[in-house]
């Protein structure tokens, strides 16, 4: 799970770019940390990136495919 220390840096929202799951190699169009949804592992993707390739973690045998969902947005200004 991702870590901060500072609340000010952070801050709650409910944008859409969070519900969707994302496979792997995906372009990413919002940059942030990504999480797998299965197995908690996290990535953190600049902006016109893609998540990584099927091969950047194994899951065990039965738990399926590398799930990603946005954990935190990166905003730009
Ligand atoms: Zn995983």
Redesign the pocket.
Known sequence: MALYKYGSSLQPSQHSAFDSIHSSGEEAIHPGIYR??????EVVIAKGHTLPSPD??Q?KPG?GP??WMLAVFAQSN
Not at 36 to 41: E, L, M, N, Q, T
């Open positions: 797998c949804v299965v197995c908690g592992d950047h973690h899951h738990l590398i799930k």
